[in-house]
Structures are given as C-alpha cells and as structure tokens.
C-alpha cells in the first residue's frame, strides 16, 4: 500500500523505521510537528519523525494546521491508501480523515478503551496498572473511540518509569502497526466496534500535575515520580529552589531497621541524609530517592547531590 506516516516523537520512530523496512508497502510522505525550539539556546529542531524521514529521503509535511486547505491539497496529492499514525500531535478532521482509502490507522499506547487520550502510559503508572499495552485502530470523530484492530500486551515493572515502559511499547506497537498494514492490505483484517465498559481517560500532564506531594502514601509518591520521568519530570520545592526528581530506589533493608533512619518519624516532606541514602518522609513512611536535578544542573546522584547542598537536616519539601 502507498502510505502517508503520521508521528512527532521518539516514540513514533520505530513504527515509521518498521514500515519503511517491510516490503509490501511503501511510505511516500511523512507529516509531522513543525520544528520546535529545544535546550537552552532554544533552537529550532526537526522532531525525531522527521529526522528519520530525512534518513530515508522521504519528503516531509509539517502543516501548522492539519486542517489547512493547502496541506489537504497536498495531502491527497500523494494519493495515500492508508495513513498510518503514531503520536502525531494534532486534531484531524474528517476533511482528512476522508482523504485515504482505508482511513487512518492509530496506534495509541494503551489496551483500548482503558486511557483513550494524550497520556495513556503516564497514567497506567500512575494508577498501579499491572498490564499495558498497544492498540492500532481506525481514527473517527471520537477521542480515541474508533474500531479497534488488533493489540498487544505488556507488563508493567515494579521499576517502571514511562520512558522504560515507552520504549517496549514503541518497538511492539510497531510490528502491530505493520502486521495491521499487512492486514489491510490483504483484506483480512476488520475492525472491532470498542467496547462500552471499561472505558477511561486521561488528558495532557501539565507541569503542575507532576508536582510531588508528600503527604500521599509511599506507594502512590513512588508511581507518581515513577510515572512522570521523563518528561514532564516529577519536581518538588525546597525552600526557593526547584527540583527535579529522577527516580527511586527500593528502601535498603538495613537502613530501614535503623530507628534514626528507617524515616518512620519524618513528617512528609521531611529530608534525612544517612551520609549514603537521602530519604523522604510520605503518609505512610519514607521513600529513597535516587537521583536529583537542581537548576542548571544535570541529573546526578542524590547523595552526591545531598552532599554539595549541605543540609542542615530540618528541611521539609514541599
């Protein structure tokens, strides 16, 4: 099939290098994101979608609007039977949905139609899901509510951050994004109407949301900074001063029977740093944390991080 590849991030690469890589179809045009100013001299930068097109030489739509007549008229140019799309980070309409013989192809990262919407991984940490996974379905008018046809699954690790769990799930959903290709193509796959139970959402994370707040049980601090690393980054406030918080680490047993240091008596919020561990008190006890990004700075360890800020020992998180 002639197809046109729909996708922004990191995420979405390894579906766009899949169908390029098989031989029953052929990737005539990607769209993508315009570019976006990045780091601190905010340069105007290709997405990764993008810059993989670009290795391949395939050419590259990067409407402002995916409702903009001119991208339309182009869009049709390339005479697409199907539009694949991963992430792409933009409303479409049924002007374009229209456009493709077999629609438009959706591979959302998440067993449909639990977490329709912009953060499905992030969520399913967040909430102590033990199983994710991806679903390819047909775009409709809905949020994330089309035809489903086919999925798989993935375990949800105790260490999971979303980055970790992104990374399986893009290289699985990209060989389902190319077997339901493969599917289409050849007539024997068919889309499933969503079921009407079981359905959840969840919409974008603002900065705000990945605020930690200490005063919610260890469990639940844990998925939260767990869920939100990368990006948009778990942070907390010690006194004036921002931070971002990495990850954590599973309590040393032999820190924990120590009564100064097990943080059984530290309110939440509350700092302890053991000269080796830096610890947190939550609702329910104390969380280790791992690693600490002060402003400016890069992540580094939180002990070494500890150690530079030199504590008194009565400061509280917030």
């Avoid at 290098?17 to 029953?24: D, F, T, Y």
């Avoid at 390339?78 to 980070?89: I, K, S």
């Avoid at 046809?149 to 979303?162: A, L």
């Avoid at 990374?167 to 009407?196: F, K, V, W």
């Amino acid at each position: 099939m002639r197809l046109v590849f729909a996708g922004t991030p990191e995420a979405a690469v390894p579906s766009l290098q899949a169908l390029c890589n098989s031989p029953h179809h052929h990737v005539v045009a990607v769209i993508t994101q315009p570019d976006a100013p990045y780091g601190r001299g905010r340069k105007l930068r290709p997405s990764p979608v993008a810059l993989c097109a670009e290795e391949h030489g395939i050419p590259i739509l990067k409407p402002h609007s995916a409702s903009d007549a001119d991208f339309l008229a182009q869009l049709a140019s390339y005479r697409p039977d199907c539009c694949p799309v991963v992430a792409y980070g933009q409303l479409l309409r049924p002007a374009a949905l229209e456009i493709p013989q077999h629609g438009w192809v959706n591979l959302h990262f998440s067993l449909l139609p639990q977490w329709r919407g912009a953060a499905p991984v992030q969520s399913a940490i967040a909430a102590g899901d033990e199983i994710s996974g991806a679903t390819t379905f047909r775009l409709d008018e809905g949020m994330d509510s089309g035809p489903i046809f086919g999925t798989v699954t993935e375990t949800i690790r105790p260490t999971d951050t979303s980055a970790t769990l992104m990374q399986r799930l893009a290289e699985q959903g990209a060989r389902l994004l190319t077997d339901t290709m493969d599917g289409i193509a050849d007539g024997s796959l068919t889309p499933l109407p969503q079921p009407h139970v079981g359905v959840s959402y969840t919409s974008k994370i603002s900065t705000e949301d990945a605020r930690i707040r200490w005063g919610l049980p260890t469990h639940l601090v844990d998925r939260h900074i767990r869920a939100m690393t990368p990006t948009p980054g778990a942070w907390t406030m010690l006194g004036e001063t921002r931070l971002k918080i990495g990850g954590t680490t599973p309590l040393i047993p032999a820190i924990a029977q120590q009564p100064a240091n097990s943080g059984a008596a530290l309110a939440p919020g509350q700092l302890f740093f053991t000269g080796k561990y830096v610890l947190v008190g939550t609702a329910t006890g104390a969380i280790q944390l791992a690693t600490i990004q002060a402003p400016g700075k890069k992540m580094m360890n939180a002990a070494d991080w500890a150690r530079g800020a030199h504590l008194r020992g009565d400061e509280v998180m917030q």
